[in-house]
């Protein structure tokens, strides 16, 4: 006697008409992608998600990064409004911030306009967040929820802790449910590590990429209760190098949670709404993979817990698919 089990046809199910899908190998891998060894089914088979959520359009994903190009047509009707804020030159409904109405809030600068003025961010959250099935662009993992963006890199792409920590609680308390750090650094933090641990205790999972110098992962991504990201090439290898150094390489050790694809992503550009030709790698492009399929699980079960979400990822996660590192289980 056994459970009569459901299955489904392998096709490709959901097929978006994003213009230019055909090159995002990180959803779906038929082992045609040019600029990087390529191995058919090396992907997160977003397609097969599609099929049964394309995200709650209730929920709110937060994005602290770099900031957001707030007017592409990839986020139209889709960026968070605050409704217990009114547009006065005051901090209306007494969170601290005046006027943070639309978007979310700029930690950098201390103001209420988030406008991406590095790029990092626009990028970022467009694999997590770009509308699919507009004819346009790219498809992100979700194509409906609304995006929170916090933006906590400067023109740079640097910023301090205190703003990372500041914007997780912002995030945390704005009821998002999940937050999305492509950011990290070599120090540890009781102020940072307070931060995420605010948001495990509210339920809100922190993903967080494990940085890109081939050596040990960084902060915030190190602490216990973040989803520390690792990247991976369109051929389930770990990214080493990355596209743009032959020194770059996805951290690794004993934190390391979950891998994505994270090399050569093609994605949106923060000075333009029509240029989709340039890609990013890093895991700072894996790790949005991450929360956008964490975002759908929540699309389709708003009542999972952090700990249930990364049991989820873990029993669902493919196991010695890569080289020699892909041993059985987990792997550093």
Known sequence: VEPDFIGKGHGFQTTPNDFYFNNQWSHYNDGSFLLSNSTIDADIDTDLAWDITQGDPNLIVAILDSGLKL???E???????????????????????SDDLFGGWDFANNDNDPTDDHGHGTNVTGITLASGNNNIGYAGVNWNSKI???????????????????????????????????????????????????????????????????????????YINAFAIGST??????????????????????????????????????????????????????????????????????????????????????????????TFGWDQ
């Open 233 to 326: 090439n369109s051929d389930d290898t770990r990214s080493d190098p990355f596209s743009w150094s032959d020194t770059s390489g996805s951290n690794y050790g004993a934190e390391l949670d979950f891998v994505a694809p994270g090399n050569y992503i093609y994605g949106l550009d923060h000075l333009s709404n029509t240029n989709y030709n340039y890609y990013w790698g890093g895991t700072s492009q894996a790790a949005p993979h991450v929360a956008g399929l964490i975002s759908l699980l929540l699309s389709v079960n708003t009542d999972l817990t952090v700990d249930e979400i990364r049991l989820v990822l873990e029993e669902s996660s493919e196991d010695q698919v890569g080289d020699s590192e892909d």
């Open 148 to 222: 929170m963006i916090c933006k906590i890199l400067d023109e740079d792409n640097s910023g301090f802790y205190s703003w990372w920590a500041e914007a997780i609680y912002y995030a945390v308390d704005n009821e998002v449910s999940v937050i999305n750090m492509s950011v990290g650094g070599n120090a540890s933090s009781t102020l940072l590590e307070e931060a995420i641990n605010y948001a495990y205790n509210n339920n809100v999972p922190v993903v967080v990429s494990t940085g890109n110098q081939n050596s040990v992962i960084q902060y915030p991504a190190k």
């Open 71 to 73: 007017d592409h047509p």
């Open 75 to 97: 986020f139209s009707g889709r960026i968070w409004n605050n409704t217990n804020e009114t547009q006065n030159g005051s901090d209306s409904d007494s969170n601290g911030y």
